[in-house]
């Protein structure tokens, strides 16, 4: 799978847009885009994936560049709650088994600010 | 709602003493997943299983072994715990590989091994 790199910390303000970026220059082309975000003490928590289109659901929008590159993720209208690490993460999705399998990096500690 | 249940949430034990981790699932997934999560190193995958009896290493196996008896219950065993394993402990499980599948994780385990 690709490699991610995020940004290790971000601050947004209550209320505002959060937009995270993510860069995996080296993605192939049967690979997905899937962020998850893991608040503290809980487990990890999907929030949306993509391949190439832009992907909205009622947690969160995806954005990826045409050429795939990057993405970005973006809460609309952050709150306090959404304070937690978020993980872009690369995958392919293979007709065999063994494509399972998720590699979590770092991710970026997003502070929601009052 | 999925649920995935771990069986303790903080655990202490000796070096050298043999230990359990259980992970259950009650939304009848074939795939289940065992991770660990340290400091500055984000998640890493130790073992994952994609049906009954059948079990694939992850990208760190070494010095853990897993059962999976039954659909919904998924262990991980310590044969001889070291301190370098104390971690914090997280099994997720899924429905199949596909596109979309996303992974549901538990509270996690934190072991302490003194």
């Known amino acids: 799978d690709a490699k991610t790199t995020q940004p290790p910390s971000m601050d947004c303000a209550e209320g505002r847009a959060a937009n995270l970026p993510c860069n995996h220059s080296t993605i192939s082309g049967n690979e997905y885009v899937y962020w998850y975000r893991q608040i503290h003490s809980q487990g990890p928590q999907y929030i949306i994936h993509g391949l190439k289109n832009n992907e909205t659901n009622e947690m969160a929008s995806l954005i990826i560049t045409e050429d795939r590159k990057s993405s970005t993720l973006i809460l609309p209208h952050a709150t306090l709650r959404d304070t937690a690490v978020y993980y872009c993460i690369v995958r392919a999705h293979l007709p065999n088994f063994g494509n399972e399998k998720l590699t979590f990096g770092t991710g970026t500690r997003l502070t929601i600010i009052p | 709602d999925v649920k995935v249940t771990q069986s303790s949430r903080y655990l202490v034990k000796r070096t050298g003493e043999k230990v359990f981790l259980e992970c259950v699932q009650d939304m009848d997934h074939e795939n289940m997943f065992w991770y660990r999560q340290d400091p500055g190193l984000g998640l890493r995958l130790i073992y994952f299983?994609?049906?009954?009896?059948?079990?694939e290493k992850g990208d760190i196996p070494e010095g853990y072994s897993v059962s999976r008896e039954k659909k919904e219950r998924f262990s991980l065993i310590l044969e001889s715990a070291s301190t370098n394993q104390t971690s914090m402990y997280l099994c997720?499980?899924?429905?199949?590989?596909?596109?979309?599948?996303?992974?549901?994780f538990g509270p996690g385990t934190r072991l302490t091994v003194t």
């Open positions: 997720a499980s899924s429905p199949t590989g596909a596109p979309g599948d996303e992974q549901y």
């Open positions: 299983s994609y049906d009954v009896k059948m079990k």
